[in-house]
Structures are given as structure tokens and as C-alpha cells.
T-cell receptor, first 115, second 113 residues
Framework: GAVVSQHPSWVICKSGTSVKIECRSLDFQATTMFWYRQFPKQSLMLMATSNEGSKATYEQGVEKDKFLINHASLTLSTLTVTSAHPEDSSFYIC???????????FGQGTRLTVV | GESVGLHLPTLSVQEGDNSIINCAYS??????FIWYKQESGKGPQFIID?????DKRQGQRVTVLLNKTVKHLSLQIAATQPGDSAVYFC????????????FGSGTRLQVQP
């Protein structure tokens, strides 16, 4: 199946700094990518939909100025957590779907710990 | 808002037994459903999917059943193995226009040797 690669797989940063997470579709073009956040023992919650060449669409309650999304090419979307705080510590997962409405492919996730 | 939910948060089975994981969804407009397996510290892994024009689909050791009348989805795993231990999520696609998936709350499957 298609491969979605996410980097880094884990990161520890100091409170107040920014962290960038990359999501790449390795063998297909993804016009749309999705960013999810998952807290321990909870489900995946959609944060935003990343559209290539246009602004991301954020879910209600997600601060667009804090979670910056850039989707500059058909194979790369980035999520930047700005001015990170300990409450931003979570597991961030990206997803991509190819053409049509088939299955969504997920990255391996990024464990963010803000200290 | 509408959501996808699960009946059982944890399911413990003996190795070799069959497992059934259930999921209730509330959005009648959902037309595509996927079951994912998530191991600790990893992203979701696709297991099997089904479209709303079907009521059953089989894969290798897994079967998904869809009952649109009661808005219920189930995942059956035959001859459960220790490697099947993980959290299982159902996810739904509400239809055209919105391509993001909505995830259920998850069920942890524990396989006892």
C-alpha cells in the first residue's frame, strides 16, 4: 500500500519554542492531508485539513495561529507547533488520501513532549 | 455533534478464540467505513474497509459487518493471535466534500496466551 512518512518520530522541546513536523507521501500525490492529535488512551481527533496550494481548514477549537500548516507540494505537508506549552504534549499523526474516496494512509506519528 | 462510538473499551480473549469488536455510528450520511489497528506508539494501520452499499466484507482472518438499519459496524477476527493485541478504531467518512475520517473511541483487544 501507499506510504506516508512522518518526521520526527519523537521530539522534546522547551516551553515557548516551536517545533515543525513533516508529513510526506512517498509514492503518491496527496492533494489533501490531514493532521490529527491523540492524547493518551484517547481516539484520534482531527485538527485540520491541509490543502495543497491553499490555506488549511481548521476544526473548531483548534488555534490556526498556534498550529501552522503548510502544504507547499503534492507530497509534503508540515505542522508547526508555535510557542509550545506542556499541554501541547501529545501524539500528532498525519494522514493522506489519494484520488477518490479510498482508504486513508497514516504516518507513524510524532510524540511531542514539551518540558 | 454526531460521532462514532464503541460499546466496549476493553476486550480480553484467549488465543485462538474469535474476537468481535463493535462500533455504533450516528451519522446516517456516512457511506464509507474503515477499521484500523493501532499499536502503542504507532500510527493507525488499515485493516479492512466497507462501503455503505455492502453489508459484509471479508479479508484474511477478518470480517466487517455493516448494519445500516441500526447504524452498527463490527469487526470479527478469527483465531485471534497475540499479535492482534492492540487498540482498534472504526472510522467513518461522511460522504462527498468532507474527506477527513471521524474516529470512534477505540477498543483495546488483549489476547491471553
Amino acid at each position: 500500500g501507499a506510504v506516508v512518512s512522518q518526521h520526527p518520530s519523537w521530539v522534546i522541546c522547551k516551553s515557548g519554542t516551536s517545533v515543525k513536523i513533516e508529513c510526506r507521501s512517498l509514492d503518491f500525490q496527496a492533494t489533501t492531508m490531514f493532521w490529527y492529535r491523540q492524547f493518551p488512551k484517547q481516539s484520534l481527533m482531527l485538527m485540520a485539513t491541509s490543502n495543497e496550494g491553499s490555506k488549511a481548514t481548521y476544526e473548531q477549537g483548534v488555534e490556526k495561529d498556534k498550529f501552522l500548516i503548510n502544504h507547499a507540494s503534492l507530497t509534503l505537508s508540515t505542522l508547526t507547533v508555535t510557542s509550545a506549552h506542556p499541554e501541547d504534549s501529545s501524539f500528532y499523526i498525519c494522514s493522506a488520501r489519494g484520488v477518490g474516496e479510498g482508504e486513508a494512509f497514516f504516518g507513524q506519528g510524532t510524540r511531542l513532549t514539551v518540558v | 455533534g454526531e460521532s462514532v462510538g464503541l460499546h466496549l473499551p476493553t476486550l480480553s480473549v484467549q488465543e485462538g478464540d474469535n474476537s468481535i469488536i463493535n462500533c455504533a455510528y450516528s451519522n446516517s450520511a456516512s457511506d464509507y467505513f474503515i477499521w484500523y489497528k493501532q499499536e502503542s506508539g504507532k500510527g493507525p494501520q488499515f485493516i479492512i474497509d466497507i462501503r455503505s452499499n455492502m453489508d459484509k466484507r471479508q479479508g484474511q482472518r477478518v470480517t466487517v459487518l455493516l448494519n445500516k438499519t441500526v447504524k452498527h459496524l463490527s469487526l470479527q477476527i478469527a483465531a485471534t493471535q497475540p499479535g492482534d493485541s492492540a487498540v482498534y478504531f472504526c472510522a467513518e467518512n461522511v460522504g462527498t466534500g468532507r474527506r477527513a475520517l471521524t474516529f470512534g473511541s477505540g477498543t483495546r483487544l488483549q489476547v491471553q496466551p
